[in-house]
């Protein structure tokens, strides 16, 4: 066994994975490609396992594969590449392993001792024939001392010096894996876990909170959702779908099996089941079927101050933080008389004692929950809202229809899985359906 280092015999770079994630990628020119995410591992029963490539981010949310025969240097805060990156969503197979997603908190076993230890992270080297293995694992015993607060010895050691590494993923934690999602957007937290193995997905799932996983399954594909939705715990899939915004929740729950939806409905809060269940009475593509129950919802004798406070609120998403709908009591939707809308940027024009009564717009054709797709979108582009209210025939304020859920639904159903160029006539389908 060795202590930790960052050169290996003969002074060839070792390079600790850990520590990569979030490198920038270049090419020859100094123009930046991407950021490292990950690393791919063949494990084998003989040998050190081999280091084949990263995973990188670019463009925005697209991730792809480059081999490491195409990197030239790997420095500290860089990596340089030929400049040749194909673009192919990575796709991982089965005899790959990621070592971030798959490696960091595995637990394996030391062949000499018997001894359990935690994988903490892993080094690479190239070797003479320029093929990259993996050289040393970075691991640490199980804390001890009273109340286990004495933290556990750290060391280094050969990956022939210890057993189950090829293991399966239950043996990793979720607490590296949940390191690297920390500061990310739903939307890329949901392109994270959906790239995981059902198992894993569930693992890490039981380390988030209700209303951040909530946030990324709302981002799912359908069947995305269905699928880590149905292997949770029952108790547990009820308290995400109370988190989720009510209108995201319906359609899920209407993907589900009649049984599996019935049981998870009967778990919910009372209050949250009933408006997923009034939700799915009304066709998808229709304002009904689009609409939140949870808009913000506001007295016309409240303040603009308390307007404000409530679209600062960081569980408001930001379409729906930009307007406050006016009604009479009772204020849950269905409301009293819908009496109109106020803008935030109105608002911020005026004092913060002005009652908002004062300041709504009522100049606005109206739409009921039988309203098409096609209806509520020429209203929003009309008026140049990004909510729309939903009213029945008595005034009163069903919900409100977000443009970004309007945006989900005339996106082609594999969107969140296609990185390719969406086409006119995909979206002219789905506006039609």
């Given at each position: 066994m060795t202590t930790r280092s960052s050169q290996s015999r003969g002074g060839t770079s070792r390079v600790f994975v850990a520590r990569l994630v979030g490198t920038t990628v270049f090419d020859p020119l100094g123009d930046a490609v991407g950021k490292v995410h990950d690393v791919v591992v063949l494990i084998r029963l003989r040998g050190e396992p081999r280091a084949v490539g990263?995973?990188?981010?670019?463009?925005?949310?697209?991730?792809?594969?480059?081999?490491?025969?195409?990197?030239?240097?790997?420095?500290?805060?860089?990596?340089?590449?030929?400049?040749?990156?194909?673009?192919?969503?990575?796709?991982?197979?089965?005899?790959?392993?990621?070592?971030?997603?798959?490696?960091?908190?595995?637990?394996?076993?030391?062949?000499?001792?018997?001894?359990?230890v935690t994988v903490r992270d892993v080094a690479i080297e190239r070797d003479r024939e320029k093929d990259w293995k993996v050289t040393r694992l970075y691991v640490q015993r199980a804390s001890s001392g009273p109340l286990g607060l004495r933290r556990g010895e750290t060391f280094t050691v050969r990956p022939d010096e210890v057993t189950g590494l090829a293991g399966s993923t239950a043996q990793q934690g979720a607490t590296a894996l949940l390191a690297t999602m920390e500061d990310l957007k739903p939307a890329d937290l949901a392109d994270v876990l959906s790239d995981l193995p059902l198992p894993r997905q569930v693992e890490v799932a039981a380390e988030l909170s209700d209303e951040r996983l909530a946030?990324?399954?709302?981002?799912?594909?359908?069947?995305?959702a269905v699928?880590?939705?149905?292997?949770?715990?029952?108790a547990r899939a009820a308290d995400v779908l109370d988190a989720m915004e009510p209108d995201d929740a319906a359609d899920l729950v209407g993907e589900l099996p009649q049984e599996k939806a019935a049981e998870l409905l009967g778990l919910m809060q009372p209050d949250e089941a009933e408006d997923v269940r009034r939700l799915m009475t009304y066709d998808e593509y229709t304002a009904g079927g689009l609409m939140t129950t949870e808009p913000i919802i506001l007295p016309p004798e409240a303040s603009v101050a308390t307007f404000l406070a409530h679209a600062r609120k960081s569980e408001v998403p930001a379409a729906l933080a930009a307007v406050a709908?006016?009604?009479?009591?009772p204020l849950e939707s269905p409301t009293g008389r819908f009496l109109g809308m106020v803008h935030l940027q109105r608002a911020l024009r005026e004092r913060p004692?002005?009652?908002?009564?004062?300041?709504?717009?009522?100049?606005?054709e109206q739409i009921g929950p039988d309203d098409s797709i096609g209806t509520v979108t020429r209203l929003l582009a009309t008026y140049n809202l990004t909510a729309?209210?939903?009213?029945?025939?008595?005034?009163?304020?069903?919900?409100?229809v977000s443009v970004d859920d309007v945006l989900d639904h005339l996106?082609?159903?594999?969107?969140?899985?296609?990185?390719?160029?969406?086409?006119?006539?995909?979206?002219?389908?789905?506006?039609?359906?």
């Open positions: 990263f995973v990188i981010d670019v463009s925005g949310r697209r991730r792809v594969f480059l081999p490491l025969s195409r990197v030239t240097a790997i420095e500290p805060g860089a990596v340089i590449t030929t400049g040749l990156v194909n673009i192919r969503r990575f796709s991982q197979r089965a005899v790959e392993t990621l070592v971030v997603g798959e490696l960091l908190d595995r637990v394996v076993t030391l062949r000499d001792s018997g001894d359990s946030d990324a399954v709302e981002e799912f594909s359908d069947d995305d699928a880590l939705i149905s292997a949770l715990d029952t709908f006016v009604c009479r009591p004692q002005r009652m908002v009564g004062s300041i709504v717009d009522n100049d606005l729309y209210p939903v009213v029945d025939d008595a005034g009163r304020l069903l919900g409100a996106m082609p159903d594999d969107w969140r899985d296609n990185d390719d160029e969406v086409t006119d006539e995909a979206i002219e389908r789905n506006a039609n359906a």
